[in-house]
């Protein structure tokens, strides 16, 4: 589905218009499908200025609307019949005898539906349909319904719909109950649909349009099929809020990203690893509370492990080819995207963080292991599933032993946890440094304790980070000759001590190699997922 996005009705007038004068244009004997409803009313107008204009010409145009309130008589203000003479075919040149619209007052309904159906195949079909949209997704008059009827037929009306519109009646009695309308089979024939959305009040519409799920609860998801449907609409009816969800061992973060990419929401739950079960059911309730207060059109997940079609295998969760994203399909309804949550933070900082304005960009967390995430071209590169595991690129022939199976790997040298071990075993061994001092005071090691013994000058913590800087740039150094990226990102917690550890590390790798510290920090998660959406 193509999408304009207008900052106004307006604009979405325009667009609209645009569209129907070029198809007139380009084929003046086009066949139109038209639609009532307040919201085509700013096309109809601009389009009979145009005629006037002499910019396009209804002349050999044929018509046929979508619908008619049933029973209903073509003189009553409120008819269909009424508005399309009040709003458009009063006001251009198009030959009466080519319009047409369903009678609302026929004997029999079946009768008139089939002959109008007949009549549009033996026109040669709709080449343009126009549509509108009900706030409780109705095409036409294709209310959500288990039996949504392909072909023109008569239609009870829902009171969603009956209330929506009683605003054009006296009173909501005098609504009819019934209209005649196209089917949907009818409205998939024509051969190019615009369907147009304003204001606020459309905006669930849009996003169940929008979020490709078909379901005839939402005849306008029909729309999904057709190869040449464009929506226009206003800013008021797109959202795209979406749901970020950073997966971790311990914890479960979410964030709702704004249209504009704001963060607009943050909070986590802790990650109940006892089953599968679990986590997918504590992601839904959190999903499910967040959209009681945000519209959000879709969910992105960043996981650890190794996702490949929405399934997912990673060792510290208890996901075994588990199919995350239909299992968060079936139990929130919106549109699920999943991948590793390394790749989402580097798209986070790629969109939104240090690498905006560039769009090869290598992202390495610095943590527990080494992650990474390839971006090219703004995209995540995944190769089959897995790419970006700098993790597990050897730097150490018979090296330290990984758990991966491998020895020397650069994570067992260059993740935080391997800069803690190192400066643990320093401190231990050292028993006159600074480090040592810390380590016994404080009687743990951690990276503040670490950087803290740095700052203070000893010797010992400095010859442990100077070691650690070297693994790390040789790791740096071979990612750089593969990929070549504009940039490279750096995250994780040790990372905030940019002074001790970028400045060193920049100057060790050389002028060639930009490499930055993440803008986002703990937030690239949520982000990157939220614009996997
Ligand atoms: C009516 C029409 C539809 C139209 C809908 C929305 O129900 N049958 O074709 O799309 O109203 O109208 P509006 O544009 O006034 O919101």
Sequence with gaps: MKLIICDDYNGVSKAAADIVAKEVNTNPECVLGLATGSTPVGMYEILADMNKAGKVDFKKVKSFNLDEYYPLSAENDQSYHYFMNENFFSKINIDKN?????????????????????????T?????????????GHIGFNEPNDNLCSLTHLTDLTENTIDANSRFFKSIDDVPKQALTMGIGTILKARKIIIMACGA??????????????????????????TDVTLICDKEAYSNDCIGIDLGGTEIKFGVLSSDKKLVYKDSIPTDNSSEEKIVSGIANKCKEIMKKYTVSGIGVGTPGIIRNGRVTASNLPFKDTNLKEKLETAVGLPVRVSNDANCAALGEVICGAGQHIENMVMISLGTGVGGGIIAGNKIYEGTGCAGEFGHIVIEIGGRQCPCGQLGCLEQYASASALVDAAKSAAETNTDSILNKLYTEKRTMDGRIFFDAVERGCSVAKAVLDEYINYLAIGIKNIYNILDPELIVLSGGITNSDKLLLDP????????????????????????????V
Excluded: W, Y
């Design 98 to 122: 080519n319009t047409h619209i369903l009678n609302g007052m026929c004997e029999n309904a079946e009768k008139e539906c089939e002959q109008f159906e007949q009549l549009i195949e033996e």
């Design 124 to 136: 040669g079909g709709i080449d343009l349909q126009i549509l509108g949209i009900g706030q409780n």
């Design 201 to 226: 009040n459309k905006h669930d519409a849009v996003r169940a349009l929008l979020s490709g799920l078909i379901s005839t609860d939402m005849p306008a998801s029909m729309l999904n099929v057709h």
């Design 505 to 532: 590390l920049k100057r060790v790798l050389g002028d060639n190699i930009k490499v930055t510290i993440s803008k986002l920090k703990s937030d690239a998660g949520t982000i990157g997922a939220a614009l996997l």
